[in-house]
């Protein structure tokens, strides 16, 4: 294994059930963790940045091939303006910091959502460091940053009726992959597993179309507080749960007995 993964190990190892090739997580729980803590809401943030990390490294060690966090919504914009510039700024100096532990690493950088409404500085950082890690082969981290899914698909919809509109694509051609091609996880699998912290339970406008039938793992516990061991407890869970697609569980049981789709 490339680089240098600071990961406990003998945790990981004695994990031997299924890794979803591509985990989601909603990282939740920030503010409370410091709220409890009598602590501004933006250590909790900074706290949770270092639960990035150690989560990141542990998918990488795992084997997860993509691994997407949602970082910011389009609907966090409306948070007081003081905590939102302390997020982006907490978020430039997470890529300065990371940048040479994700290349160490063959980890793919790619940021999904409205860049438009970041700093320009910003941009280009993000912008270098997808470009740097482009080749990157051993796992995608899709950073989902001034992201909604409900804005996904209305500028999916948008650029697939621009495309009709100029005769580049006949409507009668629009399915599911087209529609796909056009939103900002083109080219990636749909999650297996979706991960929300801190109890609630609510999918807040997460990547609405992919998770039509990803399973959905709900922990009480707070992001900062979310480790290796509650990774693994996650993927326990997963573990056991049969994925049918709409099939009967005996027709699952079927295919899987027979290595076969058909």
Known sequence: MSGDLNVDEDLLDSYEGTIPGHLAIIMDGNGRWARRRDLPRIRGHRAGAQAVRSVVEACRYLGVDTLTLYAFSSQNWQRPPEEVAGLMTLFEIY????????????????VIGNRDRLAGVLRDSISEIE????????????IAVSYGGRE???????????EAADGT????????????????TAGRPDPELVIRTSGE??????????????????????????????????????????????????????????????
């Open 95 to 110: 890529l300065q910091r990371e940048r040479e532990r994700l290349l160490e690493n063959d980890i793919r950088l790619e």
């Open 131 to 142: 470009e740097a890690s482009a080749n990157n082969d051993q796992m995608v981290l899709q």
């Open 152 to 162: 996904e698909i209305v500028r999916a919809a948008q650029g697939i009726a621009r």
């Open 169 to 184: 694509l006949d409507p009668d051609d629009i399915d599911e992959s087209v529609f796909e091609d056009h939103l900002y």
């Open 201 to 262: 339970m609510r999918i807040s406008n997460f990547l609405l179309w992919q998770i039509a039938y990803s399973e959905l793992y709900i922990t009480d516990t707070l992001w900062p507080d979310f480790d290796e061991s509650a990774l693994l407890d996650a993927f326990h869970d997963y573990e056991g749960r049969e994925r049918r697609f709409g099939k009967t569980g005996a027709q699952v049981e079927t295919v899987e007995n027979t290595g076969s789709d058909g």
